[in-house]
């Protein structure tokens, strides 16, 4: 799953991801990277693309790429707060940073709702406090997925972690329910690893339309209606989707450690409400 595994220590254990030499650029190909198919060359080739020459590729408008060394840091501002300056720090030959920057080219808007939510949070909290809305943001920026559900059935279903019945193929090809975008980059660098079981954090809109989806979470976002507190994140196994995995047989369904049963007491807010 998308959670770190626990070290000998107790504590938990930071993913690493394989060395770019040892990703088959298949991986690329899954469901889970289809928002980044225009950026396939930066993903695919041989050799990482320097912090500069992303910066220009990307074109952010507003934001830029510097690399985050000494000198950098050495401004003391906080990472959020250096963003809202314009400057997004980016590790050189980073999966994690190379993705965080893709998904700032696909979703600036997103991206932008966000920062600007962590850094009125941060001006809010005596330093080095965090409150449960700076949590909520920072996992949905983590592993968050938009996902569009049309059908008060499907989501029942996901209310009550019926997982089997949810991820239903007749569902998904209809579009009663569908992947609006996966916006976070942690999730896209734990998929570097073919068939790791990954969880995603989601906002759920009511309507069919990817886009309007989108964008009315932008909205809720900048309006501080949505990423108040990490309850409000359903979690969504993310292999159960039809087509996501490799074997999706009975068995892998019944597998609780993965597809978990819902926590007694446990309720999910009913979907994000926007105006379409």
Known sequence: MATAAAGDSGGPRRF???PRAAVDPRVFAHPLFAGLQDFR????????????????????????????????????LH???????????TRADNWHDLFNALVWARHPRLKRALNVQQCLHIDAMPPGQRNRAQ????????TGVIVCVRDEAVLAAWDAH???????????RSGAVAIAAVFGHALMEQALLPGRLLVGKCVVVPGDDEDACIAGVVAAISEGRALTDPLQLRPLPLAGIPGWHERQDASFYANTDYFRP??????????????L
């Open 262 to 275: 819902l926590r007694a007491g446990r309720k999910y807010p009913p979907p994000l409400p926007v105006a």
């Open 162 to 172: 019926a997982w089997p019945a949810l991820f239903e193929p007749p569902h998904w």
């Open 16 to 18: 690493v991801p394989p």
């Open 135 to 142: 949590a909520a943001l920072t996992q949905f920026d983590e």
């Open 41 to 76: 060359d930066l993903l695919d080739g041989a050799a990482w693309p320097s912090i500069a020459a992303l910066d220009t590729r990307l074109a952010l408008h507003g934001k830029c790429l510097v690399e985050q060394d000494a000198a950098l840091l050495a401004d003391g």
């Open 79 to 89: 990472y959020e707060a250096r963003i809202a300056q314009g400057r997004i720090a």
